[in-house]
């Protein structure tokens, strides 16, 4: 008996966590205390952040994303280009979105690090490595 006693005591323990969980709002939750109208509401696209560090010279394959891609030079110096378009020095805190689809890399200065914010979404397809050519800008 007291080890059914025991089981039903851990089940109603873990029931009542599992309803204080629930019931709890999430940290990450939008409040109307802080929005004017309303909150904003979040959509069902999967966006991805990172932070990533390239070292000089350093720098992504040609490549392109489902949905979009959103990078921002947050130290360092950095590059990028666009298919068929000017390689383009990044600039800190300047973002550059890049539209679904569209084939571009990025990546360090050939002689200084570069740490890049990035926000992805959609699947990416990978295509083959930048030539020196284009990632000197000639």
């Known amino acids: 008996m007291k080890t059914h006693g025991r089981i039903a005591l851990a089940v109603a323990s873990a029931l009542l966590c599992l309803l204080v969980v629930t019931a709890t709002p999430s940290i990450g939750q939008l409040s109307d205390a802080n929005f004017v109208g ?12 990172s932070r990533l560090t390239f070292q ?22 950095g590059r990028t280009q666009r298919r068929g378009e000017a390689m383009m020095e990044l600039e800190v805190g300047v973002p550059i979105y ?18 890049q914010l990035t926000f992805s979404s959609g699947q990416t397809s990978w295509e083959g490595p930048v030539s020196d050519d284009d990632y000197l800008g000639r």
Do not use: C, K, Y
């Not at 000089?56 to 360092?76: D, K, L, V, Y």
């Not at 890049?98 to 740490?115: I, K, M, R, S």
């Open 98 to 115: 890049t539209p679904a689809g569209v084939v571009h890399w990025h990546g360090a200065a050939p002689d200084e690090q570069l740490v």
């Open 38 to 49: 309303g909150p904003p509401t979040r959509g069902d696209v999967d966006v991805r952040p």
């Open 56 to 77: 000089p010279g350093a720098r992504s394959n040609w490549h392109s994303h489902g949905n979009f891609q959103i990078i921002m030079a947050e130290s360092g110096a």
